[in-house]
């Protein structure tokens, strides 16, 4: 898979969010849908088998965090769901991410791209040291949990896209760095507070971009994705 923007579809309802991607027919690019927690515990398995069925990609943003043979068992679902992405909790072990790893590979070998959140971006250097207890710089923490993503042989970071050159030369070229945190210049920031612009992203090497307010409150969302899709992939 090339470069390419993620609609964050971060709806309430499976009527919402295929209201929305009705839009998108026509165009000769179908957008990448990440779905997150809000909308996939409030449709179930279901909305990724109508999006599926739309033809659309599929980012299953669930952010996976148990013991690792829980974290198995239910990577092997998601992988019957046939998404494209998954993701999981670096802070889980080498040893959750490589069970997980093993649940989400199918029986003929293929299985979806398994990407690792290092720590959130909600989380500051003071919370990292007093309610975590980690008294290390943020950056070095990040660096490290991506290197043991790498180490279990997952295929990348979610990441800030200000940490998304060092995450490559780090972890390597080839090592996918997936990145909200995307503003248009001329538009508005919201609760986002490290931003880069589509452009500035494909610069320092993002791999993906996740995109959600900037084209889904957009009055022309499906200009607001050309517009990502000019200034990121091309
Ligand atoms: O609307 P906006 O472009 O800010 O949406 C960004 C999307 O990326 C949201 O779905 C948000 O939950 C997700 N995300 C993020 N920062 C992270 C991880 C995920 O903004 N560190």
Not at 119 to 138: K, Y
Not at 171 to 184: M, S
Request: glycine fraction near 8%; aromatic fraction near 6%.
């Amino acid at each position: 898979m090339g470069k390419d923007v993620i609609v964050a579809c971060d709806f309430d309802s499976m009527e919402k969010t295929l209201a929305f991607l009705d839009r998108f027919q026509g165009l000769g690019r179908k957008p990448f849908v990440k779905i997150g927690m809000e909308l996939y515990y409030a449709e179930g398995p279901q909305i990724v088998r109508e999006i599926k069925k739309r033809g659309h990609k599929i980012f299953l943003d669930l952010k996976l965090h148990d013991i690792p043979n829980t974290v198995k068992k239910a990577m092997a679902v998601l992988s019957r769901l046939d998404v494209d992405i998954c993701n999981l909790h670096a802070a889980g072990t080498v040893r959750m991410m490589e069970a997980a790893l093993e649940g989400l590979t199918r029986p003929d070998g293929t299985r979806p791209l398994l990407i690792a959140v290092t720590q959130l971006t909600s989380t500051d250097q003071a919370a990292l040291e007093q309610d975590l207890w980690i008294e290390r710089p943020m950056d070095e923490v990040v660096m490290h949990y991506a290197k043991n993503a790498k180490a279990a042989g997952l295929d990348g970071v979610v990441c800030s896209p200000l940490e998304a050159e060092k995450v490559h030369a780090s972890c390597g070229a080839a090592f996918l760095t997936v990145t909200p945190g995307v503003r248009f210049a001329d538009g508005d920031v919201g609760d986002q507070k490290r931003v880069m612009t589509p452009a500035e992203a494909k610069k320092i090497g993002s791999d993906y971009i996740v995109v959600g307010r900037p084209i889904t409150a957009a009055e022309d969302p499906v200009a607001a994705y050309e517009r990502c899709v000019r200034e990121f992939c091309d």
